[in-house]
């Protein structure tokens, strides 16, 4: 029986991870979704003080308060930063690291630079602390129905907080894994997670899988998904 | 679903199930406190119990956070009144004990429906000594939409005794 602990995107929360979290319980694994502060089922206690050391420590904490060792971690689009800062606190405990069409900072990075919108932001007057939802794309829409009505704003500061990498991820003594959403007609082929992807798939540290869906993974292939994570317990 | 309140949790699955009762088969109060509309914890909280911990607020607490239910340490309060002894469990509990804001006993709930949807059961834990908890175990006996259990346990079974919780648990599942 392994230990899953799955790291939610922007916009979203816990609740995204709901079909493949349960194939995994099903199959007899544990499945932990720590819900990040201020979005998702957490999106009343938003505020500006919310940023990204505190969704790390969201994480941290429940691995040590559940004393999870070791664990197959996953982190999803924004929660391949949250993961990554992750793991000066609980490396030691990460068997698996599986980035999931997900940013791959290094050290120093931020996700708005990481995704092309420039460094740490100059503060003007009138600063917006609040980014609303991307539109996304569901293949069944009543799924797609469910999941819009629970995506929610997401505080900047998540995105412009740089992540601290004590060393690179390929020193580390955990597995390496990327899975590329490959068919997502609204991505350029120069996005963060297609270079995150490139890298993977060129390196002998990483194991590199593709899913022909947008980046809508956790909605549209949860089947597919599972069957990559399941390979890794 | 059901919906599971140990202790001062059972204000907080009260509150609950008057926001979203619709979606409870079975309300589980586990040794519990079961607040009615206006009451606070504070309020039902045994009255010799209430100094102590007012006190503790006032010298430890800042006026705001009570450090620990009553001025015995941890270390010496959960092995004996919630006769946590294994030391494997006491040393786990003791590094995930944590004070809590005193609004969480001090505020009053307010209930808006009247309704009571769900399925009701008082689970009686015998090891801790409680006259109200006892008399909340007697309404469940004798109120035909409520339901009474009692397990031979410490205040905490989920640490105590889970295989005798989860057993009622999953028997109340059906």
């Known amino acids: 029986m392994a230990t899953y602990v799955l790291v939610h995107g922007a916009w979203s929360g816990a609740h995204g991870f709901r079909h493949v979290r349960r194939l995994l319980q099903h199959a007899g694994h544990e499945v932990f979704t720590p819900s990040l502060t201020g979005i998702g089922e957490r999106v009343h206690l938003v505020s500006p003080q919310v940023d990204l050391s505190t969704h790390i420590h969201d994480v941290v904490n429940t691995v040590l308060y559940e004393d999870f060792d070791p664990i197959v971690l996953l982190g999803y689009s924004y929660g391949g930063a949250v993961v990554t800062g992750t793991l000066r606190h609980i490396a030691g405990r990460v068997r698996e690291l599986v980035y999931l069409d997900a940013f791959v900072p290094q050290d120093g990075d931020t996700v708005w630079g990481l995704a092309g919108r420039g460094g740490e932001p100059v503060i003007e007057l009138g600063d917006e602390w609040l980014v609303p939802p991307m539109p996304r794309e569901y293949d069944d829409p009543t799924e797609g129905a469910w999941q819009q009505a629970r995506r929610v704003a997401h505080p900047v500061r998540c995105f412009t907080e740089p992540v601290r990498l004590e060393k690179p991820l390929e020193d580390h003594a955990f597995g390496l894994t990327y899975i590329k959403a490959t068919n997502d007609p609204g991505e350029p082929p120069d996005s963060a997670f297609w270079q995150a992807g490139r890298h993977a798939k060129s390196s002998t540290r990483w194991t590199y899988h593709e899913i022909a869906t947008n980046h809508m993974i956790l909605s549209n292939r949860p089947n597919e998904l599972a069957e990559v994570l399941l390979a890794l317990a | ?174």
């Not at chain 2, 504070?42 to 430890?60: G, N």
């Not at chain 2, 469990?89 to 003791?94: P, R």
């Not at chain 2, 004798?142 to 989920?158: C, F, K, N, V």
């Open chain 2, 1 to 174: 679903m059901i919906l599971v309140g140990n202790s001062s949790s059972g204000a907080v699955i009260t509150g609950v199930a008057d926001r979203a009762g619709e979606r409870i088969a079975e309300l589980v109060y586990l040794d519990a406190f079961v607040p009615v509309d206006g009451q606070s914890l504070f309020d039902i909280i045994p009255p010799d119990r209430r100094p102590a911990m007012e006190a503790l607020v006032a010298e430890e607490g800042d006026g705001w956070l009570l450090s620990r239910f009553s001025a015995m340490p941890w270390e010496q309060f959960a092995p004996t009144s919630w006769q946590v002894t294994d030391e494997g469990d006491l040393a786990w509990a003791l590094e995930r004990l944590s004070p809590t804001p005193f609004r969480h006993f001090t505020d009053a709930i307010h209930l808006h429906t009247t309704d009571a949807d769900a399925h009701r059961v008082y689970v009686r834990c015998r090891g801790w000594p409680h006259p109200g908890f006892d008399r909340y175990a007697e309404r469940a006996a004798s109120d035909p939409a409520g339901e009474l259990r009692e397990l031979e346990t410490s205040h905490l079974p989920y640490i105590t005794d889970p295989e005798k919780l989860a057993e009622l648990l999953v028997d109340l599942a059906g």
